[in-house]
């Protein structure tokens, strides 16, 4: 396992190094740091001006041509992550900002209960009502927190556009539906591709639907949510950094396929030790079964990416994706991934099952 995530990194970054520079990359992205500066001069090669006390060893330049385009040095230089830019795309950039905070949040509290082993006090009505709390605040948010995590730049406030958007036209509307959407055709189908080639079961006290524990229908809203916004960072890095060719489509999609395979195998990983979701092979769950997961995100993480990209354009709102662009949108994409799966399925020759009922409660 180590050696397939090592072999496909390996091949994500020699494919970094072959990229050409994009014309358009913000030019906050593109100055070249030295590590090798006098102590107190700006950080940037080619500038003599001294730096700036709080501006992260920069001048005073510098440090505000970067933030002026949203740029963190920080974070080029650390990882490969790009946020919206937050003059010119305020409504994605104040939702994934929000979404990486609260994940802060739920992660911590998920977190504690795993490792506390609080859920072995849970009966059904106890696991949906944590994994409803930690949905809920996502699923308010447009509602109650439509100006959530206004931008400040060069000292001024960049209100959140949702603000002033009839509820239906907020770009946190529209995001919120496409992963409820997308969270619930994957609970309610997906599941049963895992019950019948995986072999797995939850076998935790729930309230079920169509013998899915209710609780995970909300559960998955959250996780997709963090996953959705951290493959946003990572695709907008790559779209964004570097000039238009062969190259950057292969990197793109390349990415895209590690990335999908990664988070599969990371939350297969992490929830091993909750006894109460498991595999008849938990070996071929994490080899196998993160492939089979990461078709979820193959098609997802490009499409959440270029959903409604145009939403902060001030295009006429003839064109705008409205609640029931966005629902067919999400629905579109899960039956490309149902597909895929069927596809993988009949390829192993394993009969599907689908043996559950309406609503049922299991102890």
């Known amino acids: 396992m180590s050696a397939i995530l090592a072999t496909a990194f390996a091949i994500l970054v020699g494919l970094h190094f072959i990229q050409l520079p994009s014309a358009q990359r913000n030019e906050g992205a593109v100055l070249h740091i030295s590590t090798d500066k006098v102590k107190n001069m700006c950080k940037v090669v080619g500038c003599s001006k001294f730096k700036q006390r709080d501006n992260d060893g920069f001048c005073r330049m510098h440090f505000k041509m970067a933030k002026s385009r949203g740029v963190s040095f920080g974070d080029h230089i650390t990882m490969p992550m790009q946020l919206p830019n937050p003059q010119t795309e305020p409504s994605k950039y104040c939702y994934e900002v929000f979404s990486w905070r609260y ?58 556009p949702d603000v002033h958007r009839p509820f239906h036209r907020r770009y946190s509307t529209k995001a919120t539906l496409y992963l409820i959407t997308y969270s619930f055709i994957g609970n309610y189908y997906y599941t049963h591709y895992f019950y019948s080639v995986l072999k797995a079961k939850y076998t935790m006290p729930a309230h079920r639907l169509n013998d899915v524990p209710i609780a995970m229908f909300l559960a998955t809203h959250f996780y997709f949510t963090t996953y959705h916004s951290l493959s946003n960072g990572l695709l907008r890095f790559i779209d964004r950094s570097y000039g238009n060719g062969w190259r950057k489509r292969l990197l793109f999609w390349f990415a895209v396929f590690f990335l999908s395979y990664f988070t599969a195998f990371m939350e297969t990983l992490t929830i091993s030790s909750f006894p109460y979701y498991s595999f008849e092979d938990r070996t071929m769950a994490y080899v196998w079964g993160s492939a089979f997961y990461g078709i979820y995100f193959i098609v997802s993480f ?62």
Request: hydrophobic share 45%.
């Open 103 to 160: 994940t802060v949040i739920w992660i911590a509290i998920f977190g504690f209960i795993v490792v506390s082993k609080c859920y072995e006090h849970f009966n059904e009505w106890g696991y949906l009502g944590v994994c409803g709390g930690l949905a809920l605040p996502l699923m308010l948010q447009p509602i109650l927190y439509p100006g959530a995590s206004t931008p400040i730049v060069n000292g001024k406030p960049i209100v959140n």
């Open 302 to 363: 490009p499409g959440f990416y270029y959903f409604d990209s145009n939403i902060d354009e001030g295009i006429s709102t003839t064109h705008d994706v409205t609640l029931m662009d966005t629902f067919t949108i999400a629905c579109g994409h899960g039956m490309m991934i149902l597909t895929l799966l069927d596809f993988v399925r009949l390829h192993l020759g394993i009969p599907l099952v689908v043996g559950g009922v309406a609503f049922a409660t299991t102890s």
